[in-house]
């Protein structure tokens, strides 16, 4: 009998966390009228391909390597891969081809599978967005500049032929797959992705957001709870579950 009563007070204890955490660590979402008034302001907006940001995820492999060699997100270094380069504002700009960083294949591999994914996690999520057009891989390189390089031609090029006044570019930085299952795992999965919406008559952010985070179990953050629930995620669904909220937070959309 005492432990019956034990385990119910456990999980009524359990659930006021989970329902408090859900509360308190929401950031609220915007409201109708935020949503017209920036639609107003912001009447067309061209949604690029998911860029992919290599040397950020080299950055993240290369500290979790530092753990020990048997930890389970390192990886063995095998290619050197073309980096993309940008300017201060994230804006991507091209490649160098002269850098100096080594980079696993199927690291690389899996991070520009993880950029077709979110193209249609997007693409999902922004279905019936009137205001939002997206290019494709063809339609960008259609629309770069033949004599100039750099954010504020692209802009440009892009406000001039597609008459629009905001460009969104999301890059993704981290794209790491659970190793376990639903309800033990070894590693878990970690997403980190940026969101930026630019004005393409001064190249100026007129909205951002980042989403970059590694699940905990429920024992070491019970504020998350609500968030993941009670199992292992794998990484579709975290950046799934990150895009989702990243869209709804923003009143452009």
């Avoid at 966390?17 to 409201?31: E, G, R, W, Y």
């Avoid at 100039?148 to 570019?169: D, H, M, T």
Wanted: charged letters at 20%.
């Amino acid at each position: 009998m005492v432990n019956s009563w034990n385990k119910l007070l456990m999980l009524i204890f359990t659930a006021a966390v989970v329902l408090l955490a859900s509360c308190s660590s929401k950031q609220p979402l915007p409201t109708e009228e935020e949503k017209q008034a920036a639609k107003t302001q912001v009447p067309c907006i061209i949604a690029l391909p998911v860029m992919v940001d290599l040397k950020a995820d080299k950055a993240y492999r290369d500290q979790s390597a530092a753990k020990g060699p048997n930890s389970a997100l390192h990886m063995e270094l095998e290619l050197q891969e073309n980096m993309r380069r940008d300017d201060n504002s994230g804006f991507p700009l091209g490649t160098d081809p002269q850098s100096s960083d080594d980079l696993s294949f199927q690291t690389a591999a899996n991070l520009e599978k993880g950029a077709g994914y979110m193209d249609q996690l997007l693409q999902e999520a922004l279905t019936g967005t009137n205001n939002l057009r997206f290019l494709s891989q063809r339609q960008l390189t259609s629309l770069l500049p033949e004599t100039e390089i750099g954010q504020a031609a692209l802009l440009r090029s892009i406000r001039s032929k597609l008459k629009c006044n905001a460009v969104l570019v999301t890059t993704l930085s981290r794209y790491v797959q659970r190793i376990g299952g639903n309800y033990g795992v070894d590693s878990p999965a970690s997403v980190a992705f940026s969101m930026k919406l630019f004005d393409t008559s001064d190249a100026s952010v007129i909205w951002s957001a980042t989403f970059d985070e590694t699940q905990a179990s429920f024992m070491s953050n019970v504020m998350l709870a609500h968030k993941y629930g009670l199992k292992w995620l794998t990484v579709e669904e975290l950046v799934a579950l990150g895009v989702d909220e990243k869209v709804a937070q923003c009143p452009y959309f």
